[in-house]
């Protein structure tokens, strides 16, 4: 991989003037179809866990697959804290997939464990209320108007595999400044959160990777909407 001075560290701008988009690597399972799914979405796209490297791309996805706590662990064990607040922020746009969105809420209980969140939204991570789980397959969503995110493909339906979600949202955005989030919901036994969009920091319970069409056109919605850092050197015309 190439490393930009420029940028201190991290990917260096892509010489088709794609936006670099880090996938965070932090032993989650197997993300080789989320850098599939975002480099078909139009991203320059590197697996890395080296923090200049996430800190500095145009783009970060959080994956996130297994138990709330033990992808906060895995998150800590390469800073992944730190990274994820210093982009949030700084305005630098991440995504955050599956548990990646549940551990950005404030807590998790799992098996009557507790486990502490990142904190970037109130609310709780706890079992769905469902005759059965995991919520497992394809399901609608309903989406709020505004969503970016969504754009084009408010009607679909996504994958998602999970048995925990968050089933209330309270947001004060009493705040002048302050946009509440757009969120959207889904149902398995309950309402619960699909996807969150906050600024800098999107959000979603469902796997976009694995959400067909659908979920490609989300991608491309996201990865459209970064701006690439540096521009390409052009030699020729500083010749």
């Known amino acids: 991989m190439a490393v930009d001075a420029r940028n201190h560290g991290g990917p260096a701008p892509d010489p088709e003037g794609r936006p670099t988009v880090v996938v965070l690597d932090y032993g989650s399972g197997n993300v080789r179809s989320a850098v599939r799914a975002l480099e078909s979405a139009g991203a320059a796209v590197t697996l890395s866990s080296k923090p200049e490297d996430a800190l500095n791309a145009d783009g970060l996805v959080v994956p996130g697959v297994g138990a709330f706590a033990t992808v906060m662990d895995e998150l800590k ?21 599956c548990v990646g969105l ?105 796997h976009p990777e694995k959400s067909g069409e659908a979920g490609a056109r989300l991608l491309r919605n996201w990865v459209s909407s970064l701006k690439p850092k540096n521009a390409p050197s052009n030699e020729k015309a500083s010749a």
């Open 77 to 97: 064990s390469v800073d992944g804290l730190r990274i994820i607040g210093r982009r949030v922020a700084g305005g630098r746009p991440v995504l955050a997939i």
């Open 102 to 206: 549940q551990v950005m809420f404030e807590r998790g209980v799992e098996h009557g464990v507790e486990s502490e969140g990142l904190g970037e939204w109130p609310g709780t991570v706890e079992l769905l209320p469902a005759a059965v789980v995991p919520h497992m397959g394809w399901n609608t969503v309903s989406v709020p108007e505004g969503s970016r995110l969504f754009e084009g493909i408010e009607d679909e339906r996504f994958y998602f595999v999970h048995s925990y979600g968050v089933q209330e949202w309270k947001f004060d955005a009493s705040h002048p400044g302050m946009a509440a989030p757009l969120v959207t919901w889904s149902e398995h036994g309950a309402p619960f959160i699909a996807a969150v969009e906050n600024g800098p920091l999107c959000a979603t319970q469902f």
